[in-house]
């Protein structure tokens, strides 16, 4: 075991403070990274402050980790010293299941072991996260990432970006389809992006008139106010697919009408319940609403050297380390474009 520096929470209503705690020696098939650059995710915030009843104390928060190799186990394969590697929002998986076999440990049937808040797979061991100096995961946890790219912008793409990166892939999206992204924040601009990349014709739907220029700066060819009656009959039955952002409860309804015969809905962004569907919009014409969550480890290497090939990165502001809690405040008020990141170099040695 060795200590390493982070910020904790210890409760659901008192600030990050820093935090020292220890990790576990690299093991045979271990990575041990320098953490560089740790992203802070909206989940960070609702998991510090309990929101979904789920937290337990003391929580380093992080799930969004760019750093460099600085050990190896004996029987590692993908990593040598010195690569780049990036941890996301999973450390570990039963291996053995269904879904582990298929490469969706996301979906464990066993045990998900979250990079924090969670435990590992003796089910007793905390997990605790980026927001620290360093971390030690299982080689078929960690991604290599490209040099190539933006290292503080890369961190976000470990969890909005596989968020987003994801759906698009499994329902096949590229050339020819027309793809509405529903909510320009840190997750629909990243979906702008990779459909944009992907081939597809992308649409920014959103409330928000002032957005629709934001999204075009991002790769998006228009825009569409959901609020506007006559503009959402005009688009009605027009989509191939609409990948779903909204981060709370909302109405999918007028969303659904987009829907093309055979169309598709993914959320992505809502855990909480959302509000109740006429099935008849499902069936007339046949109509898919469906979720996604993250990626499987060999997803997130195929989205990183996507990126790599793309030059394709999060849009990001850099903090200090010593500033999370005014940050956390800002991230409430969504004052934000489009993800935080903090620069570890700045974490507090004492």
Same mark, same amino acid.
């Given at each position: ?18 935090? /020292? ?250 855990? /909480? ?72 170099? /700045?974490?507090?040695?004492?």
């Amino acid at each position: 075991m060795f200590e390493v520096h982070g910020y904790a929470a210890h409760d659901d209503h008192s600030p990050l403070v820093p935090f /020292t705690f220890k990790r576990r020696d690299v093991g045979a098939t271990d990575v041990h990274i320098e953490i560089l650059y740790s992203g802070i995710c909206h989940s960070d915030l609702h998991q510090a402050h309990n929101d979904w009843g789920n937290s337990t104390y003391p929580m380093v928060p992080g799930h969004e980790i760019v750093g460099r190799v600085v050990a190896v186990g004996p029987n590692v394969k993908k990593f040598k010293v010195g690569d780049i590697a990036g941890v996301g929002c999973m450390v570990d998986s039963c291996r053995t299941c269904e879904s582990c076999e298929r490469d969706l440990e996301q979906y464990c049937l066993n045990h998900t072991s979250f990079t924090y808040n969670g435990t590992e797979q003796d089910r007793k061991t905390p997990t605790q996260g980026g927001y620290a100096t360093a971390i030690v995961v299982e080689e078929r946890f960690a991604v290599k990432i490209s040099e190539k790219l933006d290292l503080k912008a890369v961190a976000p793409l470990l969890c909005a970006g596989i968020t987003t990166y994801s759906p698009l892939r499994h329902w096949n999206v590229g050339p020819g389809q027309k793809v509405g992204v529903i909510g320009l924040g840190g997750l629909g601009h990243m979906g702008v992006k990779f459909a944009k990349a992907m081939g597809a014709e992308v649409t920014m739907v959103t409330t928000s008139p002032g957005k629709i220029e934001d999204a075009k700066k991002l790769g998006a060819d228009k825009g569409l106010i959901s609020t506007d009656k006559d503009a959402m009959a005009a688009a009605a039955g027009s989509f191939d697919f609409l990948l779903n952002t909204v981060p709370v409860s909302h109405d999918v309804q007028p969303y659904l009408s987009l829907l093309k015969l055979d169309g598709a809905m993914v959320v992505v962004g809502a855990l /909480t319940p959302l509000d109740p569907i006429a099935g008849g919009l499902l069936m007339l014409p046949r109509r898919t609403l469906a979720g996604s969550a993250i990626g499987g480890m060999a997803q997130t290497q195929e989205m990183m050297d996507f990126c790599a090939e793309h030059n394709i990165v999060s849009e990001v502001e850099v903090v200090d380390m010593a500033s999370i809690n005014e940050t956390y405040e800002r991230l409430v008020k969504n004052d934000v474009r489009y993800r935080f990141v903090i620069d570890m170099a /700045t974490m507090p040695k004492g």
